[in-house]
């Protein structure tokens, strides 16, 4: 038997193989294969923080981050895209040069951002 399943292998089964360290090239290998499977739907993923937060966000609602302007979400990370893209102060301000059109319809925007998003749900 082995060390309650940490990665360190009985002296009986090491033969002439050598001891690997937790953390090392065995155990990234045998982590790059684990998949998280979401309990609620049949969604995938490699590492269990992401799991983690999609449960949270997508499954319980949980949206713990906020920007000023009360938007909320799921991450960080979309929280700092939110930011950049709503609050940058590189945003063009000036009403009559809005320079990012959609390539679908006349529509014009003032951040690629917009247009980008214009065009993921604004085209369903």
């Given at each position: 038997?082995g060390?309650?399943g940490?990665?360190v292998p009985?002296?009986?089964?090491?033969g002439?193989?050598?001891m690997?360290?937790q953390?090392?090239?065995a155990?990234?290998?045998?982590?790059?294969?684990?998949?998280?499977?979401?309990?609620?739907?049949?969604?995938?993923?490699?590492?269990?923080?992401?799991?983690?937060t999609?449960?949270n966000?997508?499954?319980?609602?949980?949206?713990n981050?906020?920007?000023q302007?009360?938007?909320?979400f799921?991450?960080r990370?979309n929280?700092?895209?939110?930011?950049?893209?709503?609050?940058?102060?590189?945003k063009r301000?000036?009403?009559g040069?809005?320079?990012?059109?959609c390539?679908?319809?006349?529509?014009?925007?003032?951040?690629?951002a917009?247009?980008v998003n214009?065009?993921?749900?604004?085209?369903?």
């Amino acid at each position: 038997a082995g060390c309650g399943g940490y990665g360190v292998p009985s002296k009986a089964g090491l033969g002439s193989s050598l001891m690997t360290p937790q953390g090392g090239p065995a155990e990234e290998e045998r982590r790059e294969k684990e998949k998280f499977d979401c309990p609620h739907c049949p969604v995938t993923f490699k590492h269990f923080k992401n799991i983690r937060t999609h449960v949270n966000v997508v499954h319980l609602g949980k949206k713990n981050h906020i920007c000023q302007c009360g938007w909320k979400f799921g991450s960080r990370a979309n929280l700092v895209n939110h930011r950049r893209a709503k609050h940058a102060e590189n945003k063009r301000k000036d009403a009559g040069c809005a320079a990012f059109p959609c390539g679908e319809c006349a529509k014009v925007f003032q951040s690629k951002a917009e247009v980008v998003n214009h065009a993921v749900f604004g085209h369903l």
